[in-house]
């Protein structure tokens, strides 16, 4: 039996930043972000949306009422949810008015989360070959202002439908997974901004992957001449590309030109939105699905996802015949150029304004946010979400 996506979308909130500008106003030079970590804008959340909104927002343009029936289990993963104790699964199981005889859990290991969402998937649909799983990955990256960090901000969530006999992808169960105790990332119960060694982050990604593709090729057998393209988890456009340049070097002058043809064009979507820590490997999959026409069914995707901290996993799916008529092109295309650009200062402002946490009420304006799903105030310690098409 075949296992894997069925479907899937992303979406990012409705304002962003140019990074060029954001550089000339830090006194930087813009090449360092547009060419060194290769970001050309950065999504910007306004106050009414969270990481439950854009997980709700993201589904809700891929799931028709037969998948809202079939879907008996949700799996969220993320790294800035919204609660310590219920899940963000249970928010967008209400919100998109899901089968209620179902489960609905949220995962958490850095950026990881959402691909041990989809492993466990796989199991619960082997079992159940009925169901489809609804597997979300949302975050809204924070560094802080004039941090280091700063330029690898961004917001977003991908939304992953799991079933049997998929129309999209078909996961294959060879796969290599690693995990080592690094402080290289970690955001403290107490702070809403992330801490970070940047310099050990990139070596721990790179070494991470190395190792665990020298593993799954004794494993599987398989070598890079067996890929059509390998995608990558992407805090920034650059660092998957310093993680595959050594290994290039196994394969002859035609597979490396395919792999770095095929990497370009899978860091295309990330380059203007960002980084969105659990969705950014599935955004990097979409961008090379939705951009690259030279992609043939039966071709082999190789997937590297890295949770800081530190997780790793390498796995791998096959492209099923007609996958390109259950992409949502136009959809995203459209959704990513009607964005409103801010200004540096309009940015600074919105990342400043935080909801209230002494037990304030506070109603939020959701008539400028275009989004279907909103973060509408919170009122008694609750945060109030509305589904305008409700």
Request: charged residues 25%; proline residues 4%; negative net charge.
């Amino acid at each position: 039996m075949k296992i894997g996506i069925d479907k899937i979308g992303f979406y990012a909130p409705h304002l962003y930043l140019d990074m060029t500008k954001l550089a000339e106003t830090r006194n930087v030079d813009p090449d360092k972000f547009t060419i060194g970590i290769g970001q050309e804008k950065m999504a910007v959340p306004p106050m009414t949306q969270d990481a439950v909104t854009l997980a709700a927002n993201a589904a809700l343009k891929i799931l028709d009422e037969a998948d809202k029936q079939a879907i008996d289990f949700v799996i969220f993963g993320t790294e800035t949810g919204v609660d310590s104790s219920k899940s963000a699964a249970v928010y967008v199981h209400e919100l998109l008015g899901l089968n209620p005889y179902a489960r609905a859990i949220e995962v958490k290991q850095a950026c990881y989360g959402a691909t041990a969402g989809i492993q466990m998937a796989k199991g619960h649909i082997a079992m159940n070959p009925e169901s489809k799983v609804l597997v979300l990955g949302s975050d809204i990256a924070r560094y802080g202002l004039s941090t280091p960090g700063e330029a690898t901000q961004g917001a977003g969530a991908a939304a992953l439908l799991i079933s049997a006999d998929p129309h999209i992808m078909a996961l294959e169960d060879e796969s290599v997974y690693f995990t080592a105790d690094v402080m290289d990332f970690w955001r403290p119960v107490y702070s809403d901004e992330a801490f970070a060694d940047g310099k050990l982050s990139n070596e721990q990604y790179i070494a991470f992957f190395s190792e665990i593709w020298s593993r799954y090729k004794e494993k599987s057998g398989l070598d890079l001449k067996d890929f059509e393209a390998i995608t990558f988890h992407l805090p920034y456009t650059k660092m998957g590309k310093k993680a595959l340049k050594p290994v290039l070097e196994e394969a002859d002058a035609n597979i490396q030109e395919r792999l770095k043809t095929n990497y370009q064009v899978s860091t295309g979507y990330n380059r203007i939105i960002g980084n969105v820590y659990t969705g950014s490997l599935y955004l990097s999959l979409l961008s090379l699905l939705e951009q690259q026409n030279d992609l043939e069914a039966g071709s082999r995707i190789g997937m590297f996802s890295y949770g800081s901290g530190a997780v790793g996993e390498f796995f791998t799916g096959i492209l099923q015949d007609g996958f390109r008529e259950h992409l949502q092109v136009k959809q995203h295309h459209d959704m990513f150029t009607s964005r409103k650009e801010v200004t540096v200062p309009e940015y600074e402002a919105i990342f400043e304004e935080k909801l209230p946490t002494d037990g304030s009420t506070i109603k939020l304006d959701i008539n400028n946010d275009p989004a279907a799903i909103c973060l509408g105030g919170i009122s008694d310690d609750k945060r109030q979400y509305v589904n305008k098409l409700q």
